[in-house]
């Protein structure tokens, strides 16, 4: 479809958020590359190939320590996402939401290690979990939506690196 000279499209929006795109920075990343292998003194993940994942570190090579950002993050409190869960079917099904959220935590650090859940923490009123990374906090909240529909909200704080996503039902 055309549209007019001097007009713009309209914009639709779709299942890809405005707020991630762009270079995004976060304050816990190293400006520039570890010494391969490096070997995360916490967990144990290695940075190899340019990137953190679950291997073993080579053999007969000079490994290097240090903690990668997601073992920073946890040991200095600092969470990249928040999610917020509420309402009273969230508290009615409070264990089937948190096995939900502990599988998907689970298949994306298998792939991505550093993205994890931090904590878990319980509210009167709602039940709120901090990650390492905002990407992880928004898949965490697009599982819930996907799976028991509700209501989703973003808010992203770009000089900070930080995702609040709520969830209500």
Same mark, same amino acid.
């Given at each position: 479809?055309?549209?007019?000279?001097?007009?713009?499209?309209?914009?639709? %929006?779709? @299942?890809?958020?405005?707020?991630?795109?762009?270079?995004?920075?976060? %304050?816990?990343?190293?400006?520039?590359?570890?010494?391969?292998?490096?070997? /995360?003194?916490? /967990?144990?993940?290695?940075?190899?190939?340019? @990137?953190?994942?679950?291997?073993?570190?080579?053999?007969?090579?000079?490994?290097?320590?240090?903690?990668?950002?997601?073992?920073?993050?946890?040991?200095?409190?600092?969470?990249?996402?928040?999610?917020?869960?509420?309402?009273?079917?969230?508290?009615?099904? @409070?264990?089937?939401?948190?096995?939900?959220?502990?599988?998907?935590?689970?298949?994306?650090?298998?792939?991505?290690?550093?993205?994890?859940?931090?904590?878990?923490?319980?509210?009167?009123?709602?039940?709120?979990?901090?990650?390492?990374?905002?990407?992880?906090?928004?898949?965490?909240?697009?599982?819930?939506?996907?799976?028991?529909?509700?209501?989703?909200?973003?808010?992203?704080?770009?000089?900070?690196?930080?995702? @609040?996503?709520?969830?209500?039902?």
């Amino acid at each position: 479809m055309k549209t007019p000279q001097g007009s713009a499209p309209a914009f639709h %929006p779709g @299942r890809h958020l405005e707020i991630f795109d762009g270079a995004v920075i976060d %304050p816990y990343q190293q400006r520039g590359k570890y010494a391969e292998p490096t070997v /995360c003194s916490d /967990c144990g993940a290695v940075y190899q190939q340019g @990137r953190w994942q679950w291997s073993s570190a080579p053999r007969h090579v000079q490994v290097h320590q240090a903690r990668c950002p997601a073992c920073a993050r946890i040991h200095e409190a600092m969470p990249a996402g928040y999610l917020t869960i509420k309402g009273d079917f969230a508290k009615a099904h @409070r264990d089937e939401l948190i096995q939900l959220l502990r599988h998907h935590e689970q298949r994306e650090k298998n792939e991505h290690p550093l993205q994890r859940i931090m904590r878990i923490d319980e509210q009167p009123d709602a039940c709120e979990i901090t990650t390492t990374d905002i990407h992880l906090a928004r898949g965490l909240g697009e599982a819930l939506e996907h799976a028991y529909r509700g209501t989703l909200h973003y808010h992203y704080n770009k000089g900070d690196y930080l995702l @609040r996503v709520l969830w209500e039902r």
